[in-house]
């Protein structure tokens, strides 16, 4: 499914980052940073703009081709890594942030994934995420349709565990205008942490 949909000469979510990536982070910065199931690459993109390290992971051999791709066009370096994140370890506090938008697993995918965050970053390092919520089913604007694909803020919180200083967490409801997939009002919960 998604080579099929990363193939299409249009970028599936477009080619700029997500609105939330870009209002917590907007200033130049230097450090490492690992994108979870990062599709075509456009926050990845972004992010190595404002001077990041960034590696992009994805299960999408046509997805990570389409982040070099737009890397080239945008005149930055990124790096590519096709994982399955059911079976991809984070290595320990490798990371300055870690980035997961619109990363939406199996349950038992979800909890190895999240899992392994806090352990992932370097102390002080940050956390985001925007994910679809259960609520999303009725917007009918993007994301699964399998409500287990979905995240409630109490489970994410919960795993996510106690050791972050969070600056954003919470769900709500706004505008997502990315490519073909993601448009309209929606439902999404909003992450922005720290590792304590």
């Given amino acids: 499914m998604w080579n099929e949909r990363y193939s299409k000469t249009a970028f599936a979510y477009g080619k700029e980052p997500n609105d939330f990536l870009k209002q917590q982070i907007a200033e130049k910065a230097s450090g490492k940073v690992l994108c979870l199931a990062e599709g075509q690459g456009r926050n990845a993109v972004y992010l190595a703009s404002l001077g990041y ?3 992009a992971t994805d299960l999408s051999s046509v997805g990570l081709e389409r982040t070099k ?4 066009e945008k005149g930055v370096a990124v790096t590519t890594l096709q994982v399955d994140l059911g079976e991809y370890q984070i290595a320990s506090e490798a990371w300055d942030g870690i ?19 806090n352990s992932g970053l370097k102390p002080g390092g940050f956390l985001l995420m925007e ?3 259960t609520d999303q ?4 604007t993007g994301g699964p349709k399998e409500l ?6 109490t489970e994410l919180k919960t795993m996510l565990g ?8 919470h769900q709500t409801e706004r505008e997502v205008n990315e490519g073909e997939y993601h448009n309209g ?9 720290r590792k304590k």
Wanted: aromatic share 14%.
């Fill in 137 to 140: 089913l009725g917007y009918g």
């Fill in 53 to 55: 390290e960034v590696t």
């Fill in 69 to 72: 791709e737009l890397a080239k």
């Fill in 99 to 117: 980035v997961c938008v619109f990363g939406h697993f199996p349950p038992s995918v979800r909890t190895h994934v999240l899992s392994q965050l």
């Fill in 185 to 193: 009002k929606s439902s999404v919960i909003q992450v922005y942490a």
């Fill in 131 to 133: 994910v679809y919520s």
């Fill in 162 to 169: 106690p050791s972050w200083d969070f600056k954003v967490l």
């Fill in 148 to 153: 287990s694909m979905l995240y409630t803020l």
